[in-house]
């Protein structure tokens, strides 16, 4: 377990940023893998009192606080309407509602987790997180930039009409996923991320060659693209070689979801 | 530091480390319904509520309690016996050691969900492990309970109305 020597609530997000550029500062999401962990954090700061724990929902996005807990995304009305209840299906399964009424989103997209759901899913919005200094950041850039001491203060999605579908496969409800697949369309043109391989999320280029309503054929094309682009590795809860199998199954299903059904060649 | 915690609506103020956790403080201040099962933030049986939504009690800072209100399985007693009186029912229990987490998410799932779906029953406790049994009589249990005091289910078994829970 993790030791804290002072636990500060800041006041302002100057004031956290200060205190977290010593390396030994820590800024607390909702810490729950964090606590598992050994680090000895000097100062873990904690932002709980600045209010941003809301989603709002604007015009054109939804503005989410760092500090939301993921099972307020979970239950939002608003969000899941308008993303075909993706936002639901990529936090269900992930451990417990006690466990999602304290890990946040915050937490979750920074750390850019091998296993998180949500960073799979948000891959394949158009999502973008709000950092204290680094300003606007698209999360697909922010996935493969280095860990540094600024802090993630918002997640906007934007509200563009996507059509979207997320996708996990787990050894026994609850665990970490053995692989996610999310994907999207918007006029014909497609995104897909795939995640938990056991590496974190990536997108895979060659979704936006997909036709406007792929064949069996086209979704095998882009999980052999993702089987030879991306990276994929042997845990304790899978094989990369069994991954590998469930991208093709993963993408198919999540494909079929947004379009309702595929043509099948045989 | 310093902490002032409202423990089934009885303020407590005590003094914490940087690093203690929500369920020290409870279990040294005698709320010893709270346990910890995995200390791996999965077995769900710290679950206290923190301002009325069920939380890991092994997971959440003390600090972070501050202000707040805690309520756990000893501010809700009645309601837990009454439950525990369906549980008894339907011989759910073997050891005993996971229900006060599984009775807190219980009572808090009845208060969040109206006539929740089986699936929705299942999502809501999934959190809760079980080593003993399949859960097949804690389910029960729940349908049963949530038939008395929201309606519109089917009792299993014999579908006796047990008294003092209306």
Partial sequence: MYTIRTFKRVESLEEAYELNQKKTTTILGGGMWLRLGNRQIQAAVDLSGLGLDTIEETDDAFVIGCMTPLRDMEVHPGLNRYFQDMIRDCLKDIVGVQFRNTATIGGSLYGRFGFSDPLTALLVLDTTVEMYKGGMIPLEDFVDMPYDRDILVRVHIRKDGRRCAYQSFRNTRTDFPVLTAAVSSKDGIWRAAVGARPKKAALIAGAAKLPERPEKKDVGALAKEARDTLKYEDNMRASADYRKILTGVLLERAVEAVCGGMDHED | ?166
């Avoid at chain 2, 249990?141 to 078994?157: K, S």
């Fill in chain 2, 1 to 166: 530091m310093k902490i002032k915690v409202w423990i089934n609506d009885k303020a407590i103020a005590t003094h914490i480390d940087g690093d203690t956790m929500l369920i020290d403080v409870l279990r040294e201040k005698g709320y010893k319904s709270v346990k910890c099962g995995c200390d791996t933030t999965n077995c769900g049986l710290c679950t206290v509520w923190l301002e009325g939504r069920p939380v890991l009690s092994c997971a959440v800072p003390a600090a972070r309690a501050d202000g707040k209100h805690v309520t756990t399985l000893e501010g809700v007693a009645e309601e837990a016996e009454a439950f525990g009186r369906f549980m008894a029912a339907q011989g759910a229990e073997q050891c005993g050691y996971c229900s006060p987490g599984l009775i807190m998410n219980v009572l808090a799932m009845a208060r969040e969900m109206k006539r929740p779906t089986e699936t929705q029953i299942k999502e809501y406790l999934a959190g809760n492990l079980c080593r003993c049994t399949g859960y097949e009589g804690q389910y029960r249990a729940i349908r049963n309970y949530l038939a008395v005091t929201q309606g519109d289910y089917q009792l299993f078994g014999k579908g006796e109305v047990i008294e003092g829970v209306r």
